[in-house]
Each structure stands twice: as structure tokens, then as C-alpha cells.
């Protein structure tokens, strides 16, 4: 069973860092797309930073220069590293997977394309 937990969230002040880590477990996650996603509270969710089975990795302008994407295959996790954090960067952060891509940095994959989704971890940057 595809099981995605993720943890390292917390309260942290402008220009903190934080790091988030998705536990994957159920299948072998390093052949499949990997992406993280974030929503503030009353807006949409959105697409933060993608990882597919090449170890190939985008990220959105919004936090492009900031965060950075790494995996540690005999942990069988995904980090997102966050720095020079923004209050604007205030959200519920979600990784997700799928298991019928393994290719989707390029142009990016839909939302609706991820079937598997962790319970979130709250992450509050404080000016």
C-alpha cells in the first residue's frame, strides 16, 4: 500500500530555514514522479517542486533560489530543503505520487494526475 508521511514542518521567522521530508513507503518510489504542493488558507493549492524517476527536478518561480529538492533512496525519502523563508510561504505542504508517471519535469503534471497524498505538515513563517 503507496503510504506518504511527511514531517519537518514547524514555526519558524522570516528568513529561516526549515527542511520537510516525505516518507515514502508501498512501492519504490525513486522509479515515479514525486511532487510537492502547498496551500495557504482560502487559496488554491499549488505546485511547489516536482522529482521524477531521472532525478530530474523543476520548481516554481515562486520558490525558485530558495528550496531545493533531494532524495536519500535508503531512506526511502524525498527533503525539501527551505530557505530565506517568506511569510507568504505559510501553508500546509503535501508531497504526492503517482504511479503511472515516471517522467514529468518538462512540462509540469497536472494536480489531478497525482493519486497518492500524504497528511500535510503546517509550515508558519512569522515577519
Known amino acids: 500500500q503507496v503510504q506518504l508521511v511527511e514531517s519537518g514542518g514547524g514555526s519558524v521567522q522570516s528568513g529561516g530555514s526549515l527542511r520537510l521530508s516525505c516518507a515514502a513507503s508501498?512501492?519504490?518510489?525513486?522509479?515515479?514522479?514525486l511532487g510537492w504542493f502547498r496551500q495557504a488558507p482560502g487559496k488554491e493549492r499549488e505546485g511547489i517542486a516536482t522529482l521524477d524517476s531521472r532525478d530530474s527536478t523543476s520548481l516554481a518561480d515562486s520558490v525558485k533560489g530558495r528550496f531545493t529538492l533531494s532524495r536519500d533512496n535508503a531512506k526511502n525519502r524525498v527533503y525539501l530543503q527551505m530557505n530565506r523563508l517568506k511569510p507568504e510561504d505559510t501553508a500546509m505542504y503535501y508531497c504526492a505520487t503517482t504511479l503511472d508517471y515516471r517522467i514529468c519535469v518538462g512540462p509540469p503534471l497536472p494536480e489531478y494526475e497525482y493519486n497518492y497524498w500524504g497528511q500535510g505538515t503546517q509550515v508558519t513563517v512569522s515577519s
Open positions: 508501498g512501492y519504490t518510489y525513486s522509479n515515479y514522479c
